[in-house]
RNA sequence: UGGGGUGUCGCCAAGCGGCAAGGCACUGGGUUUUGAUCCCAGCAUUCGUAGGUUCGAAUCCUGCCACCCCAGCCA
């Protein structure tokens, strides 16, 4: 699919930059903290840093911001660089981590402690709380904001190798207590942390804060632009503050944009975290999740996602994207390329009376019906065969076109057939229906001209095999989850999972190969499961219906 | 409340002083062996609001209103 990408602002403030001299050119970046899979917000994130990169003839780097080993794991960073590769980006160079940059951060710390710009402070993190003042009210200098450069030396440098405890000291920037800002109210650049990190191990106790590192690490490796979302804007006269004081290579400058949010879902590493912990879902890619790594489980393809964030688009607007925005996305890729096949979900059977008993024909039937270049598939057909229970009743008024008693239908690729009667259990339910095919209907219409209103899927009781199909619905059932004060666990869909261990599906669906993608026509999409399925025990999940304007 | 942001159709979103793009959704109609796809048509006399500047304003100015972010040793 072609995907072309949209105007939005950045790109409008690029191109004057590249125009005026202001930018010679462009380096953007991805800078996860491994802590949690990625989302659909996440993949809007990464369109836009890898696609303004692209435009513009630049490159995008992908960057752990791994400055706090407390949440960090390797699980993370491996699974984030899948993420980001099935989305089909390739990020330019090696991987890189702020924690690489450890040093250098360091040294950098000691300039702004030589400078007079950083002091340790021995304040409990209850006493800077309440030393840093409130919105309306300014806060205090803290006692140890006057320690003289030796001192704040002397007393990094023992951060530094252990001899103190966590919270015992930290280190901070000498700005202004006063400040309207609340981020400039003197805010701490190091703090110990006696834990272990994913990349350095045991080098390190004291560790970078976000404001210390994110600046600089964009710095070091020539990023010009500094993508990031709107709640960083009253970080950025502090960005901008350490690229001035520091002796840093380049000069990055950061632009902020509204993160995407989506409607019925929860886009929040820490509230999708928790879904996974409380083992609300099967884990972080269970197909109802809104991770990439869910999506990707669930069907919805690289192109679909991509498309999507183009449809959406950028902008400094915290709105909320309807979640059919991305259905549209995926029906409109999955329509073009998905083969066709016929699956039963909820099984009735048929015999027709006037078929031989022991006859299997084989027909044939297109993969897909506007392309014929993706050829035919061979579809059995017998005497008994099964039908979807909601498509068939017993009487039914005009707008129903399906099977009814004393009315015709058309089986899907195959003949058009009548219904005669049908044959109950002890309870009265239906349990068989009884019809005729009509002669020589195999792509012909009848020959007395009373043609069938409907089509129906149907799949042959004699050749056909069965499948565990999964269907899902949305995950919650609150348009806007965890807006106010509202809590998403309450808002949970109970039936956001269905399971149908014996659907029938079509012989040549147990060709499929794990991921790959089918329409089972007037049902929806359907895509083998990654990890569950196989040719002996299919399994498919239901990744999006079709689209259905049939009011009733 | 101090500071910083945002307000264009039900939902996203272009627009940057010359007279409201597009997509999603929705509503009609056509094609169709998927009630799918596809096609065609409709869908903001109005841009949070009240004023002002101008021949002319969604675009400039002023006031007001609403919502979001900041008081983690999270990012």
Redesign the pocket.
């Known amino acids: 699919m072609e995907i072309k990408p949209?105007?939005?602002?950045l790109r409008?403030i690029i191109a004057a930059e590249l125009e005026n001299g202001t930018a010679t050119e462009v380096v953007t970046r991805f800078?996860p903290?491994p802590?949690g899979y990625l989302h659909i917000g996440h993949a809007s994130s990464i369109c836009l840093n890898f696609g303004l990169a692209e435009h513009f003839g630049g490159r995008c780097h992908l960057r752990f911001?791994d400055?706090?080993p407390?949440?960090e794991s390797q699980e993370y960073i491996d699974a984030i660089q899948a993420e980001v590769k099935w989305l089909g980006f390739n990020w330019h160079g090696d991987v890189r981590f702020a924690s690489s940059y450890f040093q250098q951060f360091y040294d950098w710390a000691v300039v702004l402690v030589e400078q007079g710009n950083a002091y340790v402070?021995?304040?409990?993190?209850e006493?800077?709380?309440e030393y840093?003042?409130?919105?309306?009210e300014p806060g205090k200098n803290s006692p140890y904001r006057e320690r003289s450069v030796e001192e704040n030396i002397e007393l990094l440098a023992g951060m530094k190798s252990g001899d103190y405890d966590?919270?015992?000291?930290?280190l901070r920037a000498k700005l202004d207590m006063a400040s309207?800002?609340?981020?400039m109210r003197d805010?701490?650049l190091y703090?110990?942390?006696k834990q272990h990190h994913h990349q350095t191990g045991n080098d390190w106790v004291i560790?970078?804060?976000?404001?210390f590192?994110?600046g600089q690490e964009d710095a070091i490796e020539g990023v010009t632009h500094s993508i990031c979302t709107?709640?960083?804007?009253?970080?950025?006269p502090l960005y901008n503050w350490f690229i001035e004081q520091l002796p840093v290579p380049s000069t990055p400058r950061q632009f902020?944009f509204?993160q995407l949010n989506l409607?019925y879902t929860i886009v929040s590493k820490r509230k999708l975290k928790q879904l996974v912990d409380e083992g609300i879902v099967s884990g972080w890619d269970d197909p109802r999740m809104p991770t990439i790594s869910g999506m990707r489980r669930r069907g919805y393809s690289p192109a679909s996602l991509r498309h999507f964030c183009e449809?959406?688009?950028?902008?400094?607007?915290?709105?909320?994207?309807?979640v059919?925005?991305l259905?549209?996305a995926i029906?409109?890729d999955l329509?073009e390329d998905a083969p066709?096949a016929m699956c039963v979900l909820n099984p009735l059977k048929v015999v027709l009376t006037n078929y031989p008993q022991d006859q299997l024909q084989a027909l044939t039937a297109p993969r897909?019906?506007?392309r014929e270049e993706l050829g035919t598939r061979t579809v059995p057909f017998s005497r008994e065969l099964y039908i979807d229970a909601d498509d068939f009743r017993e009487e039914a008024n005009k707008?129903?076109?399906?099977l009814v008693i004393g009315k015709r239908v058309?089986?899907?690729?195959?003949?058009v057939i009548e219904a005669d009667e049908t044959i109950k259990d002890a309870n009265g339910e239906i349990i068989e229906v009884r019809a005729r095919i009509i002669e020589n209907?195999?792509?012909?219409?009848p020959e007395d001209g009373i043609k069938p209103k409907?089509?129906?899927?149907w799949v042959s009781g004699a050749a056909g095999k069965r499948a565990k199909v999964k269907l899902f619905d949305r995950l919650f059932n609150d348009a806007a989850p965890d807006r106010?004060d509202k809590n998403f666990l309450e808002h949970i869909n109970p039936d956001s999972l269905c399971v149908v261990e014996e659907a029938w599906i079509e012989p040549s669906l147990l060709e499929a190969v794990p991921e790959q993608i089918f329409?089972f026509?007037?049902?929806g999409y359907f895509v083998a499961d990654r990890y569950e399925h196989s040719s002996e025990t299919p399994v498919f999940n239901k990744t999006i219906g079709?689209?259905?304007?049939?009011?009733?």
Not at 311 to 322: H, I, K, N, P
């Open positions: 949209a105007n939005n602002f409008s800078p903290e802590n911001d400055t706090n407390e949440k402070c021995d304040l409990t993190a006493q800077a709380r840093r003042g409130t919105l309306t966590e919270g015992e000291k930290v309207p800002n609340m981020n805010p701490i703090r110990i942390r560790y970078p804060t976000y404001d590192a994110h709107l709640e960083f804007e009253g970080h950025r902020e509204g409607s449809m959406a688009g950028v902008s400094r607007t915290e709105g909320v994207v309807d059919a925005m259905e549209h029906r409109d329509n066709r897909h019906p506007n707008k129903f076109k399906r058309r089986l899907r690729n195959a003949y209907t195999l792509g012909n219409n409907g089509v129906i899927q106010g329409q026509e007037r049902e079709l689209r259905d304007t049939w009011n009733n």
